[in-house]
């Protein structure tokens, strides 16, 4: 256990559907990550929370939309997506941004 | 932000000590340089951190040269357990990119 948790840890959608992900942590980290890791692939920076504001967005398809309520908590809603789209998406925290990050176990996305 | 390079794959048989080499020759000088483990389908994990000479900890060693363009995670005795994709990410000057990871090296280790 990492102090990072994820839910779902799987989860399968249509194209047209709109599912969310959350990702909690009770750290007392002010920063929060969201990635993308496809099969065989490294991961892939998607979004950046520090300090409940967005720091980063590295030209994310707009499909994918992130809210970030409180320092504890982070979502990723997903709408419309793609099946290129399916991948292990992980979050992760940080008490700073250039300190040790937790990584939660991810969820298991599969876009049908 | 800092760019590394390491081995794609490497290969080891347990029991031995495995060292891991990151290049990084454009490091900032208040650049940290932090390696993860990574197993199949599961999130990183933070292995070591350092700034310069050599850190030790109960998992591995970091040795990193005086000029800091490189480091070596070093691995005693390994064990199948080992087995993962090691990340070395060189960062900490404030930019929440310094998590950025590069395609990491794939160690094997074989009975």
């Known amino acids: 256990e990492t102090g990072v948790t994820q839910t779902p840890r799987h989860l399968v959608m249509g194209m047209t559907n709109k599912k969310s992900l959350k990702c909690e942590q009770h750290?007392?980290?002010?920063?929060m990550y969201w990635y993308k890791q496809s099969a065989k692939k490294p991961l892939e920076l998607m979004f950046v929370y520090s300090l409940e504001e967005r720091v980063e967005n590295n030209s994310v398809p707009s499909r994918f939309s992130p809210e970030c309520p409180n320092s504890s908590h982070l979502f990723l809603h997903l709408h419309t997506l793609q099946p290129e789209d399916s991948a292990l998406y992980l979050c992760a925290s940080t008490y700073s941004v250039n300190t040790e990050a937790f990584f939660g176990q991810g969820t298991r996305l599969t876009v049908v | 932000l800092a760019k590394t390079t390491q081995p794609i794959s490497m290969d080891s048989y347990e029991g031995q000590e495995v060292n891991i080499t990151c290049s990084h020759n454009n490091i900032a000088t208040n650049d940290y340089i932090t390696w993860y483990q990574q197993f199949p389908s599961q999130g990183p994990r933070f292995i070591i951190q350092?700034?310069?000479t050599k850190v030790t900890n109960e998992v591995a060693s970091l040795f990193i040269p005086a000029d800091r363009k490189s480091s070596t995670l070093s691995l005693p005795r390994v064990s199948l357990s080992d087995t993962a994709v090691y990340y070395c990410l060189v960062g900490g000057s404030g930019s929440a990119r310094q998590l950025t990871f590069g395609s990491g090296t794939q160690l094997t280790v074989l009975p």
């Open positions: 750290l007392g980290h002010n920063a």
């Open positions: 350092g700034y310069k």
